[in-house]
C-alpha cells in the first residue's frame, strides 16, 4: 500500500495546489488515468477540502492518500480531516435554489463508497474509488497536468 499525507493551511488556495499535487502523486504511483477517473478524483478532493476549509474550525486541515489492490483492482482512498463539528458534515441536498451545499452529494456521486466519521480533533471526511488505468494519456488531461500554456 502506498500512502501519502498532507498538513495543509485551512485557505482556499490550499484547495488547488493540492489537488495538483494529488494528481502529480497518482501519476507517480499508477501511471497515465483515464479521463474519467481524473475528472472523479479532482472533484473528490475539491469537495472534501473545500468543505475542510469552509467549516475546519482551525487553521490546519490534513489530507491521506491511499493507494493499494483489493480484490477488483487498484483502490484509492481519500481521508480529509479537520477540526469542524461532525454534525456539519450534512448529508441531505441543498435546495436547487442554494449556491452551495451540494459537495458531499458530488462526493458520493464520483466515489464507490464514502463517508463521515468523527475523531477526537474534529472529523474525518473519506471517500474510496477504483482507479481506472488508461494507454496514451489523452490531451486533454496532459493539457491540464501540464498546466497553462505548457506542453509535456
Same mark, same amino acid.
Given at each position: 500500500?502506498?500512502?501519502?499525507?498532507?498538513?495543509?493551511?485551512?485557505? %482556499?488556495? *490550499?484547495?488547488?495546489?493540492?489537488?495538483?499535487?494529488?494528481?502529480?502523486?497518482?501519476?507517480?504511483?499508477?501511471?497515465?488515468?483515464?479521463?474519467?477517473?481524473?475528472?472523479?478524483?479532482?472533484?473528490?478532493?475539491?469537495?472534501?477540502?473545500?468543505?475542510?476549509?469552509?467549516?475546519?474550525?482551525?487553521?490546519?486541515?490534513?489530507?491521506?492518500?491511499?493507494?493499494?489492490?483489493?480484490?477488483?483492482?487498484?483502490?484509492?482512498?481519500?481521508?480529509?480531516?479537520?477540526?469542524?463539528?461532525?454534525?456539519?458534515?450534512?448529508?441531505?441536498? *441543498?435546495?436547487?435554489?442554494? !449556491?452551495?451545499?451540494?459537495?458531499?452529494?458530488?462526493?458520493?456521486?464520483?466515489?464507490?463508497?464514502?463517508?463521515?466519521?468523527?475523531?477526537?480533533?474534529?472529523?474525518?471526511?473519506?471517500? !474510496?474509488?477504483?482507479?481506472?488505468?488508461?494507454? %496514451?494519456?489523452?490531451?486533454?488531461?496532459?493539457?491540464?497536468? *501540464?498546466?497553462?500554456?505548457?506542453?509535456?
Amino acid at each position: 500500500m502506498s500512502t501519502l499525507c498532507f498538513d495543509l493551511p485551512a485557505k %482556499p488556495r *490550499a484547495v488547488v495546489l493540492v489537488r495538483r499535487r494529488v494528481l502529480r502523486q497518482l501519476g507517480i504511483w499508477v501511471g497515465w488515468l483515464d479521463d474519467e477517473t481524473t475528472h472523479g478524483i479532482e472533484v473528490i478532493v475539491s469537495e472534501l477540502l473545500t468543505n475542510a476549509v469552509l467549516h475546519a474550525g482551525g487553521a490546519r486541515i490534513g489530507l491521506t492518500l491511499r493507494l493499494g489492490n483489493r480484490p477488483g483492482g487498484v483502490w484509492l482512498r481519500i481521508d480529509v480531516a479537520d477540526r469542524g463539528h461532525p454534525e456539519r458534515a450534512a448529508r441531505t441536498p *441543498a435546495p436547487a435554489d442554494q !449556491e452551495s451545499g451540494r459537495g458531499l452529494a458530488l462526493v458520493e456521486a464520483f466515489s464507490f463508497r464514502s463517508g463521515t466519521r468523527p475523531t477526537r480533533q474534529g472529523k474525518d471526511c473519506w471517500a !474510496e474509488l477504483r482507479i481506472a488505468q488508461s494507454g %496514451p494519456m489523452s490531451e486533454a488531461v496532459a493539457a491540464r497536468r *501540464a498546466g497553462p500554456g505548457r506542453t509535456l
